[in-house]
């Protein structure tokens, strides 16, 4: 199951509702929000996990953090703002970046870029819930180096021409957003 997937999955969509709740928009919207944000953070993870010393900071953050929370109790999600941006910059680096990310979310929804805007720290949070709900059921960091990694559950938001390569795709995301 990959990051997209958990998060819908949880608590039988109730993730899902409650982003919808606190975005003031339906459910199949918050769906499309994170269907539209996933693929770009999960570029951000993976290139911040290739850097040097990035996957073992990751898998603190995942192994330290209260992450699942957002999956495990959707009402948390409510008070989650801090812990997003938090992870927004460690992903994305700067405020332009993420104002970027959420610019092309909105023209790939047709949702407006403020509420792009205020989704980006939740649906963060939602994946850092996603992957440590998958970190901790597979073992830590052994599993994510090894064959049920962590960020294997990146790969089919990255592939988005499913060529088996992730890397034209990933630079491809990167580009649009002034190489960061």
């Known amino acids: 199951m990959n990051i997209l997937e958990t998060i819908l999955a949880a608590q039988n969509g109730g993730a899902v509702q409650q982003l ?3 975005l003031g928009v339906p459910q199949d919207q918050a769906g499309s929000v994170i269907a539209a944000l996933a693929p ?11 850097n040097p010393g990035g996957l ?23 008070h ?20 970027a990310v959420a610019a092309q979310a909105a023209q790939q929804t ?12 939740l649906v963060a949070a939602l994946m850092m819930g996603a992957m440590a709900k998958r970190t901790g059921e597979g ?3 052994a599993a994510a180096v090894g064959g049920g990694s962590v960020l294997s559950m990146l790969t089919p938001l990255l592939d988005q021409n499913r060529d088996g390569s992730v890397l034209d795709d ?11």
Do not use: C, W
């Open 40 to 50: 770009m953070l999960a570029g951000g993870l993976q290139r911040n996990a290739q």
């Open 170 to 180: 990933v630079m491809g995301m990167l580009g649009k957003f002034g190489g960061r």
């Open 139 to 141: 073992g830590g960091l």
């Open 20 to 22: 919808g709740q606190q």
């Open 110 to 121: 047709g949702l407006d870029a403020s509420l792009m805007k205020k989704a980006l720290p």
């Open 56 to 78: 073992e900071s990751l898998m603190g953050a995942l192994t330290g953090g209260q992450h699942t929370q957002y999956l495990e109790n959707p009402d948390t999600l409510g």
């Open 80 to 99: 989650a703002t801090a812990d997003g941006n938090a992870i927004l910059g460690h992903i994305l680096g700067s405020k332009d970046t993420s104002r």
